[in-house]
């Protein structure tokens, strides 16, 4: 397979973040496109690029090696599976779906077909993250004993104009906090229970504007993240880390903390914190800086994507991977809602 045709169904925000991509790779090529909203018609055009407003008619008369899912959350897993039953690898963006069942369901499905789902969790391609893992799996801060992490923002009032960003389904903690969870996982380990609280008193929409959860993983580290897209704040990766500067302001300030036995790693300042010698805080804490290039975290996961359609590597984050993401956060979701301690270990 040389180059890569790549069909890209729905061209909103992010579809056109994946888009931008595909024309800037060598190895890949935008064949068509799908959705049926009236903007995707100039959109298309002005990419001299076929659009369809159904996908299944793409899909039946496009030959393409693989397909990019940027579609609001609930339609994810018809679209995905549609692209399985043809033999179609997919990226698809995150949340994998907007329940765990039929999550769990197309994770099957692509195992079955021996059909690779790639999940759009695009931290896993940021060298920043890849370095702190590096450094936490060489013990460099010892066992992790708690993860604190912030995500607080204020989404400008328009961004809530698109309706099924208002509802069930839709909301930060599975549009947000999600990413947060995942990262968790990656970096410190499995997510054994879960507590939560939310409110959506500021923006009253019917899906919370703030959470704030607590983590217990399997291995005893704890853990917490705050979440607001309703605060005026600087403390979330969106614009601290600089993944995507055209879409968000950029301004590095620490929002993500692991704190561990002989050492702290805080993100995205990318600093490691130890002693040199003895321990104790009333001496001089040394803090170093984790050795990091600045990548295009998107254009790595297409590359990554390439590379799995060609069948030379395995997704970094498969559907079976995020299914279990996403039962964290609908745990979230359940924990605020019912005010009670929800035991991950049965879905481990
Ligand atoms: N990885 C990330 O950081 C990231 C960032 C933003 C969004 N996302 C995810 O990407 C998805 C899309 O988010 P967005 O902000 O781009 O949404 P959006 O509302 O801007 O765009 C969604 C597009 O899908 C189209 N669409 C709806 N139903 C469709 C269908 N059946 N077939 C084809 N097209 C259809 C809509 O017309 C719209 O153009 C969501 O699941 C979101 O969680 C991920």
């Known amino acids: 397979m040389s180059c890569i045709d790549i069909a890209v169904i729905g061209v909103g925000v992010i579809g056109k973040r994946h888009i931008q991509e595909i024309l800037d790779n060598d190895e890949c090529r935008l064949v068509a496109i799908a959705d049926p909203s009236p903007e995707a018609e100039s959109y298309a055009s002005s990419l001299e690029v076929a659009l369809y407003r159904e996908y299944r008619e793409l899909l039946d008369e496009v030959r393409v090696d693989a397909v990019i899912i ?32 039929s999550a769990r369901a197309l994770a099957k499905a692509s195992r079955i077909a021996g059909v690779p789902v790639l999940v759009g969790q695009h931290r896993r391609h940021n060298p920043m993250i890849r370095a702190a893992k590096r450094a936490i799996v060489d013990g460099r801060i010892g066992r992790i004993v708690v993860a604190n992490i912030m995500c607080l923002a204020y989404k400008p009032d328009a961004y809530f104009d698109v309706p099924w960003r208002r509802r069930a389904g839709g909301g930060p903690i599975l549009i947000n906090m999600i990413h947060e969870i995942d990262l968790v996982r990656y970096l410190c380990g499995e ?14 929409h019917e899906v919370e504007d703030s959470a704030v959860c607590m983590l217990e993983l399997e291995n005893g580290t704890i853990g917490n993240i705050s979440l607001s897209d309703t605060t005026v704040a600087p403390w979330n990766w969106d614009t601290a880390a600089g993944e995507d500067r055209k879409l968000f302001d950029y301004r590095v300030v620490p929002t993500h903390f692991f704190a561990g036995t002989s050492g702290s790693i805080s993100l995205p300042d990318k600093t490691l914190w130890s002693y040199p010698g003895e321990k104790g805080r009333h001496l001089p804490i040394h803090d170093e800086r984790l050795s990091v ?36 956060t609908l745990a979230v979701v359940e924990a605020a809602k019912t005010g009670k301690r929800i035991d991950m270990s049965a879905s481990l």
Do not use: W
């Open 70 to 101: 940027c579609t609001p959350n609930h339609a994810h897993v018809e679209v995905a599976t549609a692209c399985i039953e043809r033999h179609i690898p997919v990226l698809v963006e995150k949340p994998i779906a907007d329940d765990l069942a």
């Open 191 to 204: 997510i054994s229970a879960v507590q939560a609280t939310s409110s959506r008193r500021t923006r009253g």
């Open 293 to 328: 290039g600045d990548e295009n975290v998107y254009a790595n996961q297409l590359r990554h994507f390439v590379d799995v359609v060609r069948g030379a590597t395995e997704p970094v984050i498969d559907a079976l991977d995020a299914a279990q993401t996403l039962a964290v």
